[in-house]
T-cell receptor, first 113, second 108 residues
Framework: NAGVTQTPKFRILKIGQSMTLQCTQDMNHNYMYWYRQDPGMGLKLIYYSVGAGITDKGEVPNGYNVSRSTTEDFPLRLELAAPSQTSVYFC????????????FGQGTRLTVV | GEDVEQSLFLSVREGDSSVINCTYTDSSSTYLYWYKQEPGAGLQLLTYIFSNMDMKQDQRLTVLLNKKDKHLSLRIADTQTGDSAIYFCARGANNLFFGTGTRLTVIP
């Protein structure tokens, strides 16, 4: 099993550009999450999904969008990149929410210049 | 303030015990977790404890939960250089809420 796979690993964007961070999992997990990690700030939840077709905002959703058309995939979209979105982004999944172990991808380091 | 708080840094000598502390404000969580993050990697679950437990031991790891004070700790016995990493406390309700992470440095 590949687990949770994120692409790309690194990306530099110019202000105002858009991009999609890809996340896929092969564990048939219902729950998927996107976090951003800033130094000294821990992980902040951006969006999450409890199943295909269902998405909800987390703590810091502004400037991002998500979709969940399949169980496997949970892409994160940045429409107008801003320097404040420079961060490391982690996708995670688990079977039934917070009562089960969450598996994390390797992360995407995004720099907006 | 932050819901889950940790101190940012901890240094210990190899062979000593490490104690990483965490406090939280929301007592509705069913589970509390410790995750480890090595450089350039994602987070990996180390251990977890149910909110109705006081202690859990797993080899070199001991988790203590003080529900009254909303305080969680992770003790690593006989700390090794390979334990150097960032350790995150997290509480689980509908989602996982993470602390700021504690960077543990083990000095040979």
């Amino acid at each position: 099993n590949a687990g949770v796979t994120q692409t790309p690993k690194f990306r530099i964007l110019k202000i105002g550009q858009s991009m999609t961070l890809q996340c896929t999992q092969d564990m048939n997990h219902n729950y998927m999450y996107w976090y951003r990690q800033d130094p000294g700030m821990g992980l902040k939840l951006i969006y999450y999904s409890v199943g295909a077709g269902i998405t909800d905002k987390g703590e810091v959703p502004n400037g991002y969008n998500v979709s969940r058309s399949t169980t496997e995939d949970f892409p994160l979209r940045l429409e107008l990149a801003a320097p404040s979105q420079t961060s490391v982004y982690f996708c995670a999944s688990n079977k039934e929410g917070a009562s089960t172990e969450a598996f994390f991808g390797q992360g995407t380091r995004l720099t907006v210049v | 303030g932050e819901d889950v708080e940790q101190s940012l840094f901890l240094s210990v000598r190899e062979g000593d015990s490490s104690v990483i502390n965490c406090t939280y404000t929301d007592s509705s969580s069913t589970y509390l977790y410790w995750y480890k993050q090595e450089p350039g990697a994602g987070l990996q679950l180390l251990t977890y404890i149910f909110s109705n437990m006081d202690m859990k031991q797993d080899q070199r790891l001991t988790v203590l939960l003080n529900k009254k004070d909303k305080h969680l700790s992770l003790r690593i016995a006989d700390t090794q250089t390979g334990d150097s990493a960032i350790y995150f406390c997290a509480r689980g309700a509908n989602n996982l809420f993470f602390g700021t992470g504690t960077r543990l440095t083990v000095i040979p």
